[in-house]
C-alpha cells in the first residue's frame, strides 16, 4: 500500500508564507457586504427582467420621482458593458460572500488572491462612484437597491484594504498604517457623509419638500 510522501517542513513553511490569516472582522465584513451585495443585486436583476417582459411594470422601489430605480435600470448607464450591470454583481457579491465563509472557518488566504481581491475592491469603488455621479447629474434619480450596493462596496474594499495594509501585502510607511488602523472608522464614516452630503444637496428641493 502506497503512501503519499509526508509534505517537508521546508515547504510547509513556504506555504504559510504565501498565505495569510485574516482577523475576524475582516471575514464578517466580506460575509456581510456579499449577502447584503447579492441581495441588491438580485432584487435589481428581478425587476429589471420584469420590466423587459412588462414595460409597464413598477418596481417597488419606484417610491417617488426622485427615489426610483426603474429608470435607471433601463438607461444606457445601467448596462454600461452591453449586459444589466447587477449580473456583475451577483457573481461578484456571492465570490466573496463565500470567501467570507472561508476566513471565518480559518483558511489561510493565498498574498496573491488577498491583493485580487482588494484590485477588485478598486475597480468596484471607481465604478460605484462613476455611478453615484451618474444618478445624481445625469439621470437625477437615487436608486434604493443601488445606494444599498455603493455601501457595501465601499465597506468591502475599505476593510480589505485595512487588512491588506496590516498584513503588510501592500506596503505602506508604518506612521501611514498607524494613522489608518486607528481612525479607520471615522474616515469611512467620513467617506460615507460626503456622499450622503452630495445626495442630500443635489435633491434638496425634493427633501424639503417632505418636511
Known amino acids: 500500500m502506497s503512501h503519499r510522501p509526508a509534505l ?12 495569510v490569516a485574516a482577523s ?4 464578517l465584513v466580506m460575509l456581510l457586504a456579499g449577502i447584503v451585495g447579492w441581495l441588491a443585486s438580485f432584487q435589481l436583476t428581478v425587476d429589471d427582467w420584469r420590466l423587459l417582459r412588462d414595460p409597464a411594470y413598477q ?6 420621482p426622485v427615489v426610483s430605480c426603474g429608470s435607471v435600470m433601463s438607461s444606457s448607464q445601467g448596462s ?39 484590485a477588485g475592491g478598486l ?3 471607481v465604478f460605484v462612484h462613476w455611478l453615484i455621479w451618474q444618478s445624481l447629474y445625469e439621470l437625477n434619480k437615487l436608486c434604493p437597491y443601488c445606494a444599498v450596493v455603493w455601501i457595501v462596496t465601499i465597506a468591502l474594499f475599505w ?9 503588510g501585502i501592500v506596503p505602506v510607511p508604518r506612521g501611514v ?35
Request: hydrophobic share 50%.
Open 8 to 19: 517537508a517542513p521546508d515547504d510547509t513553511t513556504a506555504r504559510r508564507v504565501h498565505t
Open 24 to 27: 475576524r472582522r475582516t471575514g
Open 59 to 64: 418596481p417597488p422601489c419606484n417610491i417617488s
Open 80 to 118: 454600461l458593458f452591453g449586459f444589466p450591470n447587477m449580473l456583475l454583481g451577483l457573481g461578484a457579491f456571492a465570490a466573496v460572500a463565500a470567501l467570507g465563509i472561508a476566513v471565518l472557518s480559518g483558511a489561510r488566504l493565498h498574498r496573491r488572491l488577498w491583493l485580487a481581491l482588494d
Open 123 to 125: 475597480v468596484g469603488v
Open 159 to 167: 476593510y480589505v484594504t485595512l487588512h491588506c495594509l496590516e498584513r
Open 177 to 211: 498604517l498607524y494613522v489608518v488602523r486607528d481612525t479607520h472608522w471615522l474616515l469611512l464614516g467620513a467617506w460615507y457623509g460626503l456622499i450622503a452630503l452630495l445626495v442630500l444637496t443635489r435633491f434638496w428641493p425634493y427633501w424639503s419638500s417632505l418636511l
